[in-house]
């Protein structure tokens, strides 16, 4: 039997990136999958594709997650497909770069806007729309324990994500467990724009593999945390970065 047969999965995000390699994971191992995307219909599109050529099962469903109402219609039509929603990946996330005296006042909400009230929606939503013994899966980032310049907005909004993780834990009850995964410099897109082949090799030396992550490094942690062998880890920040931290 695969890990997570019969399992309804929510990944935000999942449109590119770390999430698209989750969202085809996990439906690999037999989940459905509701894909995730804001603004990015013809990536979220190709994501449920493959996942559809693997013989998953999903849906693809538009929803920006710093809008209560949208994040609503996202769990509403979840649920009026599957007829449930056993796990949520809280994986949607923008990053800005800038030294924290040049950020402006857009680039700071845009970050906490996404990263840290994204969150609040989904799991104000799952309190009451996720299964009993289910399964809530939050996106940090390892940056939260390093002190590197041009992180400071980004990192205090993944701070906030693992003080909720935590909090939220002990609060949702029903059997449903919370963590928060950590990942640190992963060859993505969004981590790659901008950045010399100095600085990629910089990042990449400062762990034990001097590398950087692919993503299915990530997406194989998540799916550990989304399966029913991770039910005793609750309310933790699994850090997956190589020994960077």
Known sequence: MKKLENKVIIVTGSSKGIGKEVAILLAKN????????????????????????????????????????????????????????????????????????????????????????????????????????????????????????????????????????????????RGISVNAIAPGATETELFLDGKSKEQIEKLSAMNAFNRLAKPIDIAKVVLFLASDDSKWISGQVIGANGALV
């Open 30 to 173: 037999g989940a459905s999958i509701v894909v995730n995307h804001s603004n990015s219909k013809k990536e979220a599109d190709a994501t449920a594709k493959e996942i559809t050529d693997n013989g998953g099962n999903v849906i693809v469903v538009k929803a920006d997650v710093s809008n209560k109402d949208q994040v609503t219609e996202l769990f509403d039509k979840a649920i009026e497909t599957f007829g449930k929603i056993d796990v949520l990946v809280n994986n949607a996330g923008t990053m800005i770069s800038k030294k924290l005296k040049d950020n402006t006042e857009d680039d700071f909400t845009k970050q906490f806007n996404v990263n840290v009230k994204g969150v609040f929606n989904t799991l104000q939503e799952a309190d009451s729309k996720l299964a009993d013994n289910g399964i809530i899966i939050n996106f940090s980032s390892s940056t939260t324990k390093l002190m590197l310049p041009t992180y400071a907005i980004y990192s205090a909004t993944k701070a906030a994500v693992e003080q909720m993780t935590r909090v939220f834990s002990k609060e949702i009850g």
